[in-house]
């Protein structure tokens, strides 16, 4: 009993960091450094991002096994604060996160795939775009072509990004160990390039948040994992330090090649560190980030079905994107309302707007969500909970939330102002789709459900109970009453 145990959490240990490791320390680098405004001040980014992230994964473990139920953060917005704030929070992941994250790290496998096609500018944005939707689309019908096939391909690509990573660790300690360190030196460390600005620093912490994304995923599966209560704390302890280490190494090793007007001039920031330091094997690098984001969008496309689950279930979605394709078993609406968003979002090449817009909306809901924890300690203080930290995390959690989300909004209004218009925008389809109990029949005839071949898992479940049923009866020597045999059942397609 021992040893399954053991191999389970180890499984589990190891596929956490693998799931928060992906295209975002890739691309997030050049989007710290530029904010912090010195080589100091975006190393200590990437090591508070860290630890606030501990803290966040720390809380939402309590709250995983309070509110035991698959679906993450909406799951808990909707138990703790009502049907309203739990549909905004799926709102904005159905129609902001999820597209935006799926675009960026898209751009990022365009950029690292043209970059040294380009050795002397930056690829061309409509080429960016253009092989960026091409990748997308592919992936898209991958997933709806067959589960096994996704899995696969995330199996195959996950390898990229972990060459990528060790390569460029190792690279940046045999730098350090010849003496390139001059960056790394404080009286050079916290030389500032432009004037020091608490906006910009609060951006910076927007940036560093996007690598550090997929850390609260576990929440999303707590209903199918073993013995949530050891292993979801377990794999928090264990990961984020570790994600954290290799996080800060890795810039560590970027600035021992590079200086930071060389950084923050690249679009491909471990392109040019290949180029500097491995001479006629550089290409592994970019071969290794394109295969790691390829797999990336590869796993943002099959986990976001998840959810859309999760809000059909509670009513709060049309049912048509929580069904699956008869034969082949894939969220085939899901993934293509996915698709199709995230081409919107390609209407623009430029990746840390976008990273800036996904992050102001990810870091709100987080702190709707620790905020849940307290009202709920509150509201319920005799509530079972196998998990229980101190309200010190929680409150820390959310002075670093108003931190972000205030000098954010005056940093980036425009931006982060759409972001919140999208989301209000969610009310009054809350109220028409959701409240409104009497709607015209029209309203759940979908026609998509023919086009797509596909039905609601739950049909499938009942199908199974009353082919059980019947069985049972046959057993007993029970007939069948008249009405029984005449009800058509409801699975029949």
């Given at each position: 009993?021992?040893?399954?145990?053991?191999?389970?959490?180890?499984?589990?240990?190891?596929s956490?960091?693998c799931?928060?490791?992906?295209?975002?320390i890739?691309?997030?680098?050049?989007?710290?450094?530029?904010?912090?405004?010195?080589?100091?001040l975006?190393?200590?980014?990437?090591?508070?991002?860290?630890?606030?992230t501990?803290?966040?994964?720390?809380?939402?473990?309590?709250?995983g096994?309070?509110?035991?139920?698959?679906?993450?953060?909406?799951?808990?917005?909707k138990?703790?604060?009502?049907?309203?704030?739990?549909?905004?929070?799926?709102?904005?992941?159905?129609?902001?996160?999820y597209?935006?994250?799926?675009?960026?790290?898209a751009?990022?496998?365009?950029?690292?795939?043209?970059?040294?096609?380009?050795?002397?500018c930056?690829?061309?944005?409509?080429?960016?775009?253009?092989l960026?939707?091409?990748?997308?689309?592919?992936?898209?019908?991958?997933?709806?072509?067959?589960?096994?096939w996704?899995?696969?391909?995330?199996?195959?690509?996950?390898?990229?990004?972990?060459?990528?990573?060790?390569?460029?660790?190792?690279?940046?300690?045999?730098?350090?160990?010849?003496?390139?360190?001059?960056?790394l030196?404080p009286?050079?460390?916290?030389e500032?390039?432009?004037?020091?600005?608490?906006?910009?620093?609060?951006?910076?912490?927007?940036?560093?948040?996007?690598?550090?994304?997929g850390?609260?995923f576990l929440?999303?599966?707590?209903?199918?994992?073993?013995?949530?209560?050891?292993?979801?704390?377990?794999?928090?302890?264990?990961?984020?330090p570790?994600?954290?280490?290799?996080?800060?190494?890795?810039?560590?090793?970027?600035?021992?090649?590079?200086?930071?007007?060389?950084?923050?001039?690249?679009?491909?920031?471990?392109v040019?560190?290949?180029e500097?330091?491995l001479?006629?094997?550089?290409w592994?690098?970019?071969i290794?980030?394109?295969?790691?984001?390829?797999?990336?969008?590869?796993?943002?496309l099959?986990?976001?079905s998840?959810?859309?689950?999760?809000?059909?279930?509670?009513?709060?979605?049309?049912?048509?994107?929580a069904?699956?394709?008869?034969?082949?078993?894939?969220?085939?609406?899901?993934?293509?309302?996915?698709?199709?968003?995230?081409l919107?979002?390609?209407?623009t090449?430029?990746m840390?707007?976008?990273?800036?817009?996904?992050?102001?909306?990810?870091?709100?809901?987080?702190?709707?969500?620790?905020?849940?924890?307290?009202v709920?300690?509150?509201?319920q203080?005799?509530?079972?909970?196998?998990?229980?930290?101190?309200?010190?995390w929680?409150?820390?959690?959310?002075?670093?939330?108003?931190?972000?989300?205030i000098?954010?909004?005056y940093?980036?209004p425009?931006v982060?102002?759409?972001?919140?218009?999208?989301?209000?925008?969610?009310?009054?389809?809350?109220?028409?789709?959701?409240?409104?109990?009497?709607k015209?029949?029209?309203?759940?005839?979908f026609?998509?459900?023919?086009?797509?071949?596909?039905?609601?898992?739950?049909?499938?479940?009942?199908?199974?109970?009353?082919?059980?049923?019947?069985?049972?009866?046959?057993?007993?020597?029970?007939?069948?009453?008249?009405?029984d045999?005449?009800?058509?059942?409801?699975?029949?397609?």
């Amino acid at each position: 009993l021992f040893l399954p145990s053991l191999f389970y959490s180890a499984s589990l240990t190891f596929s956490f960091p693998c799931n928060i490791i992906g295209s975002g320390i890739f691309v997030s680098p050049k989007g710290v450094l530029e904010n912090a405004s010195s080589v100091g001040l975006a190393l200590i980014v990437w090591i508070v991002t860290g630890v606030i992230t501990a803290i966040g994964a720390l809380c939402y473990a309590e709250l995983g096994v309070t509110i035991p139920k698959s679906g993450g953060d909406y799951s808990y917005v909707k138990d703790i604060f009502g049907g309203l704030a739990g549909f905004l929070r799926l709102w904005i992941a159905v129609l902001v996160i999820y597209p935006t994250n799926q675009a960026v790290i898209a751009l990022t496998f365009s950029n690292y795939v043209l970059q040294p096609l380009f050795p002397t500018c930056f690829p061309p944005e409509s080429g960016l775009r253009l092989l960026a939707a091409i990748c997308l689309l592919l992936l898209t019908w991958v997933n709806c072509a067959s589960v096994r096939w996704a899995t696969r391909v995330q199996d195959v690509f996950t390898a990229g990004k972990l060459l990528a990573l060790i390569l460029i660790i190792i690279m940046g300690i045999v730098q350090i160990c010849k003496g390139e360190y001059y960056w790394l030196e404080p009286a050079n460390a916290f030389e500032p390039f432009q004037d020091y600005d608490v906006g910009l620093i609060a951006l910076a912490f927007l940036q560093g948040s996007f690598a550090y994304g997929g850390w609260n995923f576990l929440n999303y599966v707590t209903e199918e994992l073993v013995d949530p209560y050891v292993n979801l704390p377990r794999a928090i302890f264990i990961s984020i330090p570790l994600v954290t280490f290799v996080y800060v190494f890795a810039n560590i090793a970027y600035v021992t090649a590079m200086s930071p007007q060389e950084l923050l001039a690249s679009n491909a920031v471990a392109v040019t560190f290949g180029e500097k330091l491995l001479g006629v094997m550089s290409w592994i690098m970019p071969i290794s980030v394109a295969l790691s984001t390829f797999g990336g969008v590869n796993g943002s496309l099959f986990t976001s079905s998840r959810l859309f689950f999760a809000g059909a279930r509670e009513g709060h979605l049309p049912s048509l994107l929580a069904m699956i394709h008869v034969k082949r078993c894939t969220p085939i609406p899901a993934l293509l309302f996915t698709c199709i968003s995230t081409l919107l979002m390609l209407c623009t090449s430029d990746m840390y707007t976008l990273i800036n817009y996904v992050g102001f909306i990810n870091y709100l809901f987080y702190g709707v969500t620790v905020a849940g924890q307290i009202v709920l300690r509150v509201k319920q203080p005799d509530m079972h909970r196998p998990i229980k930290i101190s309200l010190v995390w929680p409150v820390i959690y959310l002075l670093f939330w108003a931190f972000l989300l205030i000098f954010s909004l005056y940093s980036e209004p425009v931006v982060c102002g759409i972001g919140l218009a999208i989301m209000l925008t969610g009310v009054p389809v809350y109220f028409l789709g959701v409240y409104w109990d009497n709607k015209p029949q029209c309203f759940n005839t979908f026609v998509g459900q023919k086009f797509c071949v596909v039905v609601y898992p739950m049909e499938d479940e009942k199908k199974n109970e009353e082919s059980a049923e019947e069985i049972e009866l046959k057993e007993q020597s029970v007939p069948l009453s008249a009405e029984d045999e005449q009800t058509p059942k409801s699975a029949d397609c």
